[in-house]
Structures are given as C-alpha cells and as structure tokens.
C-alpha cells in the first residue's frame, strides 16, 4: 500500500497570505489527523477529520481550518498567515480514529512564512 | 485537559547501557498511551503501545497509573536506536471523541 502523501513539501509565504496544504491518506483510512512540529512546541493537534466531519479540535485559532472529501483526502487551510506559523505540519493517517489505531504519517509539508 | 511532559530534551548513553526514557501524564480518566519514534530522515512511526504490552526492538513501557507515568525502557542501548522519541496519550477531547496529545520529544543519542 502507498503511504500517507502530503503536498506540497515545501512552501514559502508571506504575511498576510493564506496557504492550501492537501493530505492523502493510506488508501481504506477513514481518519485524517493534522499536527502542527516546531522545535519550541513539539507535536501540537490541530485537528481530526473523520468520514467528513471533524471530531476533535486543538488549541489553535479560527485562522487554521479544515476538511475531509468523500475519498477521506483532507485539506488544511490557513489564513493570514503569521511568522509565528512557520513550522514542519504532518498529517496521520488511520483506519477508524487515531486513538484507536496506529497512525501513520506523512513527510510533512514545511511551511515558511516570511 | 490531557498533558504529557517529556522532562528530557536530550538523554545520551553508551552503546550497551541502559536507557530509560521519561513520560509523565495528566489524565483524569483511563488513558491510552503511546510511543513514537522518528530515526533521522525518516518518518514518525509507532513504536509501541500500552495496551499490547509488547516489546518492540527490545523496548519495553509500563504505565504505572499510580505514579502517572510510562517510561520507555531498553536493557542495552544499541547505535541504531538514536532517534527521537515522542510519547502520546489518547483521551477524551473536548468535542467528545479521543483525541492524541504528544510530549516534546527526546532526543536519544547512543555513543559508540
């Protein structure tokens, strides 16, 4: 089976921008989770998605958001970018819920905001 | 609210000593807990789980509830296993549903 595949891998932003990172989960996983890894902060949650709906949220603002297509892909959206949301975000993903079942994760799409 | 605190950023050993690796937990139910690893270049994985009680690459954990810890534990410390370890606990969120919260991470460097 193919893994978990994010895209882009690379992004550089300015402030103010906003940014589209997709997620493409192990094909038959219904659960999509996203995390944002920075150096200071470690792996934060940011969010679950399971078939389409969104189960869990982290403590971040309304500027991160979220969704999940029928396929389970998932897209991750923020807007006004800041310089504080550069960081390394991963996706997960897993067969029914990622407290459940094993997760697994993608490269990350590494994100600089400018 | 659900916490994990790795106290270790950086724990270094000798090839063929013992390593203990630090989680503690605050949880006010049951917690699911979890080990993660990521060697360099490579992707974070699981690396084991409290409730399989299984020994993986001769790593061991024990939650002890009564101390609110699950301590990651190797005998002898191999050259490959330098990496960095995340533990993980799975509990109840806010929205109702389990939801994964990850310590900080230690960096576990094996000297030849």
């Known amino acids: 089976k193919a893994g978990v595949t994010q895209t882009p891998r690379y992004l550089i932003k300015t402030r103010g921008q906003q940014v589209t990172l997709s997620c493409s989960p192990i094909?038959?996983?219904?659960?999509v989770s996203w995390y944002q890894q920075t150096p200071g902060q470690g792996l934060q949650f940011l969010f679950e998605?399971?078939?389409?709906?969104?189960?869990n949220k982290g403590n971040f603002p309304g500027r991160f958001s979220g969704r999940q297509f029928s396929n389970s892909r998932s897209e991750m959206n923020v807007s006004t970018l800041e310089l504080g949301d550069s960081a390394l975000y991963l996706c997960?993903?897993?067969?029914?819920?990622?407290?459940?079942?094993?997760?697994?994760f993608g490269p990350g799409t590494r994100l600089t905001v400018l | 609210a659900q916490r994990v605190t790795q106290p270790e950023k950086l724990l270094s050993v000798f090839k063929g000593a013992p390593v203990e690796l630090k989680c503690n937990y605050s949880?006010?139910?049951?917690?699911?807990l979890f080990w993660y690893v990521q060697y360099s270049r490579q992707r974070l994985q699981l690396l084991l789980r409290?409730?399989s009680r299984e020994s993986i690459k001769g790593f061991t954990a024990d939650l002890n509830k009564g101390e609110t810890s699950f301590h990651l534990k190797k005998p002898f410390a191999q050259e490959e296993d330098s990496a960095m370890y995340y533990c993980?606990?799975?509990?109840?969120?806010?929205?109702?549903?389990?939801?994964?919260?990850f310590g900080t991470g230690t960096k576990l460097q094996v000297i030849p």
């Open positions: 997960a993903s897993s067969l029914e819920g990622a407290s459940t079942d094993t997760q697994y």
């Open positions: 094909s038959g996983h219904r659960s």
């Open positions: 998605y399971f078939s389409e709906t969104q189960r």
């Open positions: 949880y006010s139910g049951s917690p699911e």
């Open positions: 409290h409730i």
């Open positions: 993980a606990l799975s509990g109840r969120g806010d929205g109702g549903y389990q939801k994964v919260t």
